[in-house]
């Protein structure tokens, strides 16, 4: 399937260059990119743009979604999208709750790959597109089923990934949901705008922040939930991933990323945040990311499991 993006608003003409700035920018009809577009002027005239025209069709789409939650981190590599995929099965494991999750990773789509679709495609009817279905009660949406190959980098500015953002949220037939996780890229830039712009009315129900324990990690992590109190999401907490490893034969554990500045938590006295738990780590939960198959199923017992339900259980369904 191809991706057909619909440009983020203010709306962009189909016939802007590809590095179009935006006409929210600053270079809006200045930029190098402007010369020869036909709506130069128009841009360059600062004339004030409208309301979204998406916002309704959002606003209508999320009416039957209870609850939406964000999985957040500064810095990359510190296991988000496996979070999001565990928090995903976990609701999922109630026949009765309907869940969803949206990867908005755009440059770095894992999560069809962690739940086993990778290979699975988008289709659209009448009512909009489809998502992947995992089992009956969990569908994922994610720019990785619209790729031609996994190998193919997705190289675009902030206006089309803007654009593919409203496209998940209006255009996708979520149905009823009770839960929506999205899964968003390391950092604080266009992809986490777009989601707090656009779910503004419909709201955000809160964020879980993942970190590691090393201070390189921390200091990026500060700074993300910085964004969610500038923006007003509210912060369910902290989750500190791959805190000290955990042997699956013996079952001792030993700190792998010393926690040098005190870790999530220190991190969580410090912002006045709680920490929601600690996650150890466990080599299967890597080797269950790279089959497509549920850790918390396969591995009830480990230790890894254990913290992550009780985080899922004791903090975030409530």
């Known amino acids: 399937m191809s991706i057909l993006v619909q440009r983020a608003t203010p709306a962009i003409p189909d016939n802007a260059p590809d590095h179009c700035p935006g006409p929210e920018s600053e270079q809006a009809g200045k930029s190098d990119a402007c010369a020869g577009?036909?709506?130069?002027?128009?841009?360059?005239?600062?004339?004030?743009?409208?309301?979204?025209?998406?916002?309704?069709?959002?606003?209508?789409?999320?009416?039957?979604?209870?609850?939406k939650i964000l999985v957040l981190s500064g810095k990359g590599g510190v296991g988000k999208s496996t979070f999001t995929a565990q928090l995903g099965w976990a609701f999922a494991s109630d026949e009765t709750l309907q869940t969803g999750i949206m990867d908005v990773d755009i440059c770095g789509p894992s999560i069809p790959t962690i739940l086993g679709i990778?290979?699975?495609?988008?289709?659209?009817?009448?009512?909009?597109?489809?998502?992947?279905?995992?089992?009956?009660?969990?569908?994922?949406?994610?720019?990785?089923?619209?790729?031609?190959s996994a190998k193919d980098a997705v190289m675009w500015r902030g206006p089309k990934k803007n654009g593919l953002i409203s496209q998940f949220l209006k255009d996708v037939d979520w149905g009823d949901l009770d839960w929506l996780v999205i899964?968003?890229?390391?950092?604080?830039?266009?992809?986490?705008?777009?989601?707090?712009?656009?779910?503004?009315?419909?709201?955000?129900?809160?964020?879980?922040?993942?970190?590691?324990?090393?201070?390189?990690?921390?200091?990026?992590?500060?700074?993300?939930?910085?964004?969610?109190?500038?923006?007003?999401?509210?912060?369910?907490?902290?989750?500190?991933?791959?805190s000290g490893f955990v042997c699956p034969g013996c079952k001792a554990e030993s700190q792998i990323f010393k926690p040098s500045t005190g870790g999530a938590k220190r991190l969580a006295e410090d912002m006045g945040i709680e920490l929601l738990g600690c996650i150890p780590l466990d080599p299967r939960i890597g080797k269950s990311a790279d089959f497509g198959v549920s850790f918390l199923d396969e591995y009830p017992d480990s230790p890894a499991s254990v913290a992550y339900m009780k985080i899922i259980d004791r903090k975030i369904r409530q």
């Open 37 to 67: 577009c036909a709506n130069q002027e128009i841009c360059a005239s600062s004339q004030p743009a409208g309301p979204d025209p998406a916002l309704p069709f959002i606003r209508s789409r999320m009416a039957s979604v209870k609850r």
């Open 118 to 148: 990778a290979h699975e495609q988008v289709h659209s009817s009448s009512a909009g597109w489809s998502p992947v279905y995992v089992q009956d009660n969990l569908g994922v949406m994610s720019v990785g089923f619209m790729l031609p």
């Open 183 to 242: 899964d968003t890229p390391p950092g604080t830039s266009d992809e986490h705008l777009s989601v707090v712009q656009y779910l503004k009315e419909s709201g955000i129900d809160g964020a879980v922040v993942i970190t590691t324990p090393q201070e390189v990690a921390i200091q990026d992590v500060r700074r993300e939930i910085d964004f969610c109190r500038k923006v007003g999401i509210k912060v369910l907490g902290v989750v500190e991933n791959m």
